[in-house]
């Protein structure tokens, strides 16, 4: 098992920055990839980010690329947004697989921080 807690969420004007933080603890060696979804309401929820444990490679999806950063260390992974948009309103998760970096594959969960976007 792996254990994931976020911290850092909050409330921005647009334009505004945040960074997200998720500390992992537990069998944190049997993971290959770590990541960051989203929810916002009423919606899915969906992958922002994520990087191999491994090559320490990252992908980040078209609405957050070159806005949002992923970095991680020993044992933390962290996501630096900036330019901040009220559609960027959403509960953010940590989450790491043991699988593969496939958005299906991941299957520990933090439980969610939330970031609010005002216009």
């Known amino acids: 098992q792996v254990q994931l807690v976020e911290s850092g969420g909050g409330s921005v004007q647009a334009g505004g920055s945040l960074r997200l933080s998720c500390v992992a603890s537990?069998?944190?060696?049997?993971?290959?990839?770590m990541g960051w979804f989203r929810q916002a309401p009423g919606k899915e929820r969906e992958g922002v980010a994520q990087?191999?444990?491994?090559?320490?490679s990252t992908y980040a999806v078209d609405s957050a690329k070159g806005r949002f950063t992923l970095s991680r260390d020993t044992s933390h992974v962290y996501l630096q947004m900036n330019s901040l948009e009220p559609e960027d309103t959403a509960v953010y998760f940590c989450a790491a697989s043991s699988r593969s970096c496939s958005w299906s594959d991941f299957r520990y969960w933090g439980q969610g921080t939330q970031v609010t976007v005002s216009s």
């Open positions: 537990g069998n944190t060696y049997s993971t290959v990839c």
């Open positions: 990087i191999s444990t491994g090559s320490g």
